[in-house]
């Protein structure tokens, strides 16, 4: 099936009211993070499902990643992780891949497509080889680079990897972006739900120089008492 069928197949989901609340959701208007970004209003799962049945070569999701319309970025990168995750795909093809994604860090420019990308691409390519490029990203000016650091070490936090989590959610402490205060509180929540131990021991040390987000969201899940003590500044 083509990238113009794809292309039609989207605009024949299209939903006018939902795109109006997903561009204020996404915070497209002037001067935010998502300016400029044009939603047709479609539901992910009706884009995961749609992504299933293209298998497009990479030359057709640059196309998709180069478009403004942000479900059509979002189904590129569902076809992409679908050809990074296919049976039998060498490792010379998931290079490629790995690449083509890193080179088109300024096309994947909102917190979900980071969110559901990231991951299942950079992270689990990385997990067996050097991670010196996710140091790079995170010391970037762009906010979806820094984002996509902290989102890849997911990967390695699900195999029980806490170091490059902790050292990349040093680095972006003293961002000065919501979107990253969420995102490394998230990473550090993660990692105590697997080793509270490791995760207090990254707390203790910042817990009262972090931005008050990063610390709630990395709190979460501990005890209630446990919990207002970080909030009173009280460990």
Do not use: C
């Not at 939903?15 to 497209?28: G, I, P, V, W, Y």
């Not at 997911?154 to 170091?163: H, M, V």
């Not at 959610?169 to 697997?194: F, M, P, Q, T, Y």
């Amino acid at each position: 099936m083509s990238l113009t069928q794809l292309k039609k197949e989207l605009k024949n989901n299209a939903n006018s009211e939902q795109a109006k609340n997903l561009q204020r959701f996404f915070k497209t208007g002037k001067g935010e993070y998502g300016e400029g970004d044009i939603f047709l209003g479609i539901y992910v799962p009706v884009q995961r499902k749609i992504a299933k049945k293209y298998d497009l070569e990479l030359v057709d999701i640059q196309k998709l990643l180069n478009s403004n319309i942000h479900e059509e970025r979002l189904v590129g990168l569902f076809i992409l992780i679908d050809k990074y995750q296919k049976s039998g795909v060498s490792v010379t093809q998931q290079k490629q891949i790995f690449d083509f994604y890193l080179k088109n860090t300024k096309s994947i420019n909102n917190w979900d497509l980071v969110d559901l990308s990231a991951p299942k691409i950079t992270g689990r390519y990385l997990l067996e080889k050097d991670r010196n490029i996710l140091y790079k990203l995170a010391e970037s000016k762009n906010l979806w680079e820094k984002r996509i650091a902290i989102l890849s070490t997911f990967a390695f936090i699900r195999e029980n990897q806490f170091d490059d989590t902790l050292k990349i959610s040093e680095i972006l402490l003293n961002d000065n972006h919501d979107l990253i205060h969420k995102a490394v509180g998230w990473a550090l929540r993660e990692v105590g739900k697997r080793d509270m131990k490791e995760e207090e021991k990254f707390l203790k040390k910042y817990y009262k120089k972090m931005p008050r987000t990063t610390l709630r969201y990395a709190i979460e899940k501990f005890p209630e008492g446990l919990r207002l003590k970080y909030l009173k500044g009280k460990i």
